[in-house]
Nanobody, 114 residues
Framework: QVQVVESGGGLVQVGGSLRLSCAASGSIFSINFMGWYRQAPGKQRELVASITRGAGTNYADSVKGRFTISRDNAKNTVYLQMNSLKPEDTAVYYC????????WGQGTQVTVSS
């Protein structure tokens, strides 16, 4: 079993920054995919950014140039640095870890106030 725990969410003003962290623990052989998703009220969950084991990254168009995803393979941890935050970034952010099957964290709230 794998446990996935996010941290780092909170309330920030427009233009501010936050750094989310997601740590995986448990029976982990290797992590192939790590990603951050978000879900705003009344909207579907969407991919924000992802990173493969080989450090290949992918970003939603809406966050390119503002968000940076990174991972520490030794710690089984993925980070999301979020800069120049906008009100439309307000959502619950979820971490997804894929070993042989996907695992999701419980989510962390990010609120950007104008």
């Amino acid at each position: 079993q794998v446990q996935v725990v996010e941290s780092g969410g909170g309330l920030v003003q427009v233009g501010g920054s936050l750094r989310l962290s997601c740590a995986a623990s448990g029976s982990i052989f290797s992590i192939n995919f790590m990603g951050w998703y978000r879900q705003a009220p009344g909207k579907q969950r969407e991919l924000v950014a992802s990173i493969t084991r080989g450090a290949g990254t992918n970003y939603a168009d809406s966050v390119k140039g503002r968000f940076t995803i990174s991972r520490d393979n030794a710690k089984n941890t993925v980070y999301l640095q979020m800069n120049s935050l906008k009100p439309e970034d307000t959502a619950v952010y979820y971490c997804k870890i894929v070993t042989q099957i996907p695992y999701w964290g419980q989510g962390t709230q990010v609120t950007v106030s104008s």
